[in-house]
Each structure stands twice: as structure tokens, then as C-alpha cells.
């Protein structure tokens, strides 16, 4: 009832984990798979190993999470043997990857082997990569042609959206051949210590993740939706079944969950059985709910 096609990937259900939560370790990973969801997202990965900001890196503001975690990781040289792992789960795996430029997301793209490529254009507080490439349309579609050449793969391209016009970004994304856009990455945002004075976050500011950022999420999704012509993946806050119906009647093909996994590890079989009962109760098939919003 709940199972798809995307960008060639057979999915189970559209409910994947969002990429930069237990997405590190391959256990993670196929604990998740496990869990239900149709498709895991690793952390971000690049060309060398980086120990990302120090810390606080994360912290819980009042309907979210702040995390300036610093892109920390081992380099994708040291990450097959965990993709391979997660592989044992038996849903798709997308290697999210990020780079300075075009040659290190295609040195990536060239090397490590999953079941599609994200490529991050987005995070908000990393100097140098992130939303500092992905701000410029003609960085990211450079960028999304360059990894495309150098994979078979299927490319997703995940999105910021702390742009004036995110819809220049998922055109520009579309141009260079992504087959997807994930929107959205995190909301930049900054806590401080009224003890102290001082900012929270290591890095001083961050990425707002959670309930708060879910509007948000919701109208990139749908203009994105209305603008370009490949699939749309929504994320951000969602938090239960209701979450997720809302995003794919914004016009998201699936949607991935980050934040809310930290409280219910069960949360994508949770919320794919309320879903089928929802759709059944109104008698409607995914197909009649994508989009749903836009229909006049
Ligand atoms: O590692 C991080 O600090 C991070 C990344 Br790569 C990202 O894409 N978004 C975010 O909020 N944090």
C-alpha cells in the first residue's frame, strides 16, 4: 500500500531516516532499516576524516534540537565496510557526501558504492562547504554535473533553506541532472547562556532541527513541488504519521525523519501503520494524496 519507486530505488514505504542521526556506524544504520524505515541516509561523509566543531555541538532548545556538529567524520575512505553493513538491513542506502567544489564530491561519487548519492549543499555552519557551495546556483549544478558523470548512481541533491529563493537552488540542482531534492537541511539559528552571556554551541551558531522548523519545511516542499519537474523529498520536524501526510500532500514523492527518531526508535513503523489506517479510513491511495494541496 505504502510502497514506491524513487528515482529507480524500490522503497517499501516513503519514510526514510534523515541523514546526520545514527547514521554513522552500519548497526546504526540496519538497526533503523530494522525499524522500518524504506531507505537510510548515512551521515555526511567526505574526502578526509574531520573531528567537526568542539562542543556543546548539540543542544535542546524548546521545540527542537540546535547542533553545530562541524561535518565530523572518518572519510570515505574508511566508510564502505559500513555502508555494506547497513546493507543487511535490506533497504536502500544513500551515501550523503559533501565537498569544497566539484572534484571532492566526484572523487566520492567515483569511489564508494551505496544505492544513491545525497549530495550536501546545505549544511549551515560549515566554512567552506555546506550552504557556502549551495547558495550559489551555478556551484550547485557544477557540482550535481560533476557527480553525475562520475557515478551511475542516482543523484539526490538536499537543499538549504537558508536562501532568498530556494526554488533558483532546485532548478539550478535539476539543470545539472539531479534525478531528486531533499528540502530541507537545517535552519540557521544560535542559542545563548543568559548565565554567561556567552553563545551555547561551540561554533556559537547552528542548524535548527525539529517541530519548529516543520512550516517551514512545508512551503520549500511545495514550491519546489510546483517549480521543478524531478521528485521532491521533504524533511524537517516531522514528528508523527500526520507529519508525514502533510509533507506528501505539499507535493514530497517521501520524507525522511532525523529529529524525532531520538524519541521513538520504533517511529517508522509507527507512523506506517497510522498512515495505511489513515488511508484507508478515507478511502485514498498514496497516489491520491501526493500533492494533494496543489489540486484545485
Ligand atoms: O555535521 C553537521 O554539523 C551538520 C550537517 Br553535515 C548538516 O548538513 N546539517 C546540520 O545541521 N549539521
Known amino acids: 500500500m505504502l510502497s514506491l519507486s524513487l528515482t529507480g530505488l524500490k522503497l517499501k514505504n516513503p519514510l526514510m531516516l534523515a541523514a546526520g542521526i545514527m547514521g554513522t556506524t552500519g548497526g546504526s544504520l540496519k538497526r533503523m532499516a530494522e525499524g522500518g524505515a524504506g531507505a537510510v541516509v548515512t551521515k555526511s561523509i567526505g574526502v578526509g576524516p574531520k573531528s567537526g566543531h568542539s562542543n556543546p555541538s548539540m543542544v535542546e532548545v524548546d521545540c527542537g534540537y540546535l547542533n553545530a556538529m562541524g561535518l565530523p567524520n572518518p572519510s570515505y575512505k574508511n566508510f564502505q565496510g559500513e555502508i555494506d553493513m547497513a546493507k543487511e538491513g535490506r533497504v536502500p542506502v544513500i551515501a550523503s557526501i559533501f565537498g569544497a567544489g566539484a572534484d571532492e564530491f566526484s572523487e566520492i561519487a567515483g569511489s564508494l558504492r551505496a544505492d544513491a548519492f545525497e549530495l550536501n549543499v546545505s549544511c549551515p555552519h560549515a566554512c567552506g562547504y555546506g550552504a557556502q557551495v ?39 540542482a535539476q539543470r545539472g541532472g539531479a534525478d531528486a531534492v531533499v528540502a530541507i537541511n537545517t535552519v540557521r539559528a544560535m542559542a545563548i547562556d543568559i548565565e554567561s552571556g556567552y553563545p551555547i554551541l561551540g561554533n556559537k551558531f547552528g542548524g535548527l532541527s525539529g517541530r519548529a522548523i516543520k512550516p517551514v519545511a512545508i512551503k520549500c516542499v511545495y514550491d519546489l513541488y510546483e517549480t521543478l519537474d524531478i521528485p521532491v523529498i521533504g524533511v524537517g520536524g516531522i514528528s508523527d ?35 495505511q489506517a489513515f488511508l484507508k479510513e478515507k478511502q485514498w491511495t498514496m497516489k491520491d494524496i501526493y500533492g494533494m494541496a496543489h489540486k484545485k
Open 241 to 275: 504519521w500526520k507529519d508525514a501526510v502533510e509533507f506528501i500532500m505539499a507535493g514530497a514523492k517521501a520524507v525522511q525523519i532525523g529529529s524525532a527518531v531520538g524519541n521513538n526508535i520504533n517511529i517508522f513503523n509507527d507512523i506506517s501503520s497510522c498512515m
Open 134 to 172: 549551495g547558495s550559489d546556483p551555478n556551484l550547485v549544478e557544477e557540482i550535481t554535473k560533476a557527480v553525475k558523470s562520475a557515478t551511475n548512481t542516482p543523484v539526490w541533491v538536499k537543499l538549504t533553506p537558508n536562501v532568498t529563493d530556494i526554488k533558483s537552488i532546485g532548478l539550478a
